[in-house]
């Protein structure tokens, strides 16, 4: 059965740190697109990061420089260590998973992930 739960999340300032992690199980994960995902009171769910079984990254542009992506395909854990937060970056944050897949880049909708989680939340304030 597959399970994910993601940790880490919290009440920072402005300019502050968290990292999030997300563990995965079930089975090896190690061919899977994996990605972060926000969304804000009223907004809808958006990219935050992805990366594909070969580490291929992609971050959106809010994001770039301050957030980075990475995955333990040992421990079946991905993570989301973000730096410099700023207000904007208040939302709660999902992580997920695709079926195995041999792409280079993952896709970037969150209509096109197969497991997530029940999401953390984050708030920064200014």
């Known amino acids: 059965q597959v399970q994910v739960a993601e940790s880490g999340g919290g009440s920072v300032q402005a300019g502050g740190s968290l990292r999030l992690s997300c563990a995965f199980s079930?089975?090896?994960?190690?061919?899977?697109?994996m990605g972060w995902f926000r969304q804000a009171p009223g907004e809808e769910r958006v990219e935050v990061a992805t990366i594909s079984p070969v580490d291929s990254v992609v971050y959106a542009d809010s994001v770039k420089g301050r957030f980075t992506i990475s995955r333990d395909n040992n421990k079946n854990v991905l993570y989301l260590q973000m730096n410099s937060l700023k207000p904007e970056d208040t939302a709660m944050y999902y992580c997920?998973?695709?079926?195995?897949?041999?792409?280079?880049?993952?896709?970037?909708?969150?209509?096109?992930?197969?497991?997530g989680g029940q999401g953390t939340q984050v708030t920064v304030s200014s």
């Open positions: 079930g089975y090896s994960y190690i061919s899977h697109c």
């Open positions: 997920a998973a695709t079926w195995p897949t041999g792409a280079y880049t993952c896709p970037r909708d969150i209509i096109a992930y197969n497991f």
